[in-house]
């Protein structure tokens, strides 16, 4: 019952009395009240506030609401004044005096909330400041501070979503799509793809990170998509490229296009390169560990080829590849030369890596030089004099090869006895004794005639082929007498 008596009563008084609307009008100067003293005066507002709006007809508008103060004073309120200043490319101000129709009988809608009233009538411009001032009526009296509210405003540019379509903006490109793309072809190059307008025909593709890094001008009357090479003089991508318009309505203060550069497509040629390499990245590890195991077994065989072939050369050294030494055989003429010295100078090339000198090879020189001077020279050339005796298979050796005139035997020329007179001084010198040697292939015994023979080693071959081999290479060659001697066994192992 007492609710409704309570609605009863807030329909009667809102009938009685109706709320009070605005009507505005510019004012651009001192409010009349001014003038007039008052001893009371409205307080300030409590709330201002601006936004951007779009009206049926005409340019874009600001939309400027206020809140009263719910106190007291609000009683004394007449009216509300709003003054605009806008600052651009020049300064503007203008003010609107909104007067209540009605006054105020209570500090409140009768809903509760707080009388709030607002005008759409400011033309906004583009990329301006705005300080938006607002005052109650009547003022503060002349030397009093007189309460106000005030807010600032920038108004958007040509890329808002609201102002592109003003014509202006039209004007400057705010809906021309250049679709812009920028990419590095090299080092030294970049490529720049966007599409002109009918606004106008000049176009400049400037380059620019930290510093400029090259631009390009492109002429161009009709909207089509145009592609440019711009030079570069550092390194250019993530560089920044703006697409800058000279249109006829906005000149150098155009609307540009920003797009970030990026490296350019690979063509199918690279692409299957790209492929190929990615696929050997992925064999890779396997390809390396193959290398790997080839180059391992590489050189393993190479270790034992080399290690082989040591062990052959050790076991058996090729007798070409010692230095030859030169050996003097002199031999009486009863020797059967074919039979006994031909095989005893085989044995000592072949088996003793030695150089044979033999008279009967050098018949020639000794016609020329005399037999005492050839074996003076034949001694001093030789690394080894061997004598070799005569033994009693002698006769049987004759009667198979004959004494017939013309036969060796018969052609030879003793020079034993020579070679004996002429190296006996040797004999008794202990530093000329290790060049002789005595060689035969029976058990005998030097001839009386030649008994100094005895204080030279003597060998029987072939029972003392090893011993003879090592004391006929123990002397003092380049080559150590430990691997002549080695060479030689393994000449006569392998024999």
């Known amino acids: 019952m007492v609710l409704a008596l309570l609605s009863l009563v807030v329909l009667c008084w809102s ?35 601006v936004e951007l709006v779009k009206t049926s007809v005409g340019p874009l508008s600001m939309n400027i609401s206020w809140t009263l103060r719910a106190d007291a004073s609000i009683r004394l309120l007449k009216a509300t004044k709003i003054c605009v200043t806008g600052k651009s490319n020049s300064e503007s101000n203008t ?110 593709a400037l380059i620019q990170n930290s510093d400029v890094l090259g631009f390009s001008t492109v002429w161009e009357s009709k909207p089509t998509r145009t592609s440019v090479q711009v030079s570069v003089t550092g390194e250019s991508e993530g560089a ?41 990245g992925s064999w890779l590890p396997f390809l390396l560990l193959a290398l790997l195991v080839a180059v391992w077994v590489l050189v393993v065989r190479i270790y034992l080829l080399r290690r082989h072939e040591r062990v052959k050369s050790t076991s058996f050294p090729a007798a070409t590849a010692l230095p030859p030494m030169k050996v003097l055989v002199v031999y009486p003429s009863e020797l059967c030369f074919q039979h006994t010295v031909c095989y005893f100078t085989d044995f000592l090339q072949n088996h003793c890596c030695s150089e044979v000198i033999l008279e009967k090879w050098q018949k020639k020189k000794i016609a020329e030089m005399g037999p005492v001077q050839w074996l003076t020279t034949a001694k001093q050339a030789a ?55 005595v060689v035969c292939f029976r058990e005998t015994e030097p001839d009386d005639n030649y008994s100094a023979l005895n204080v030279c080693p003597k060998y029987q071959l072939m029972k003392d082929a090893t011993a003879f081999c090592k004391e006929l290479l123990h002397i003092e060659q380049p080559m150590s007498s430990r691997k002549r001697s080695q060479a030689c066994s393994n000449c006569l192992s392998c024999s």
């Open 15 to 49: 009938a009685a009395s109706p709320e009070p609307t605005i009507h505005c009008g510019s004012e651009n100067g001192p409010s009349p009240e001014w003038k007039v003293p008052h001893h009371l005066h409205p307080g300030d507002l409590w709330d201002l506030r």
């Open 95 to 204: 003010c609107m005096r909104c007067n209540y129709t009605e006054a105020f009988q209570h500090q409140a809608r009768p809903s509760g909330s707080r009388w709030t009233f607002s005008y759409v009538g400011f033309p906004v411009e583009l990329d301006t400041v705005y300080f938006i001032g607002a005052h109650n009526i009547p003022t503060a009296n002349v030397d009093e501070d007189g309460p106000s509210l005030s807010v600032n405003f920038t108004s958007p540019g040509c890329l808002h979503h609201v102002m592109k379509y003003q014509r202006k903006c039209i004007e400057a490109g705010s809906l021309w799509d250049p679709n812009v793309t920028a990419c590095k072809k090299n080092e030294k190059t970049v490529e720049v793809n966007f599409t002109t307008s009918a606004l106008g025909d000049q176009y400049m």
């Open 240 to 280: 920044v490229v703006q697409v800058i318009p000279y249109f006829r309505t906005c000149g150098q203060d155009c609307i540009r296009r920003k797009e970030t550069i990026v490296l350019c497509p690979r063509t199918g040629f690279q692409s299957a390169l790209d492929n190929n390499r990615k696929m050997l």
């Open 383 to 437: 690394d080894k004099v061997i004598f070799l005796l005569s033994n009693d298979s002698n006769a049987t050796c004759d009667s198979t090869c004959g004494t017939s005139e013309g036969s060796p035997s018969a052609n030879s020329q003793d020079l034993f006895p020579l070679a004996f007179n002429l190296f006996c001084s040797d004999l008794t010198s202990q530093t000329h004794l290790h060049k002789y040697i």
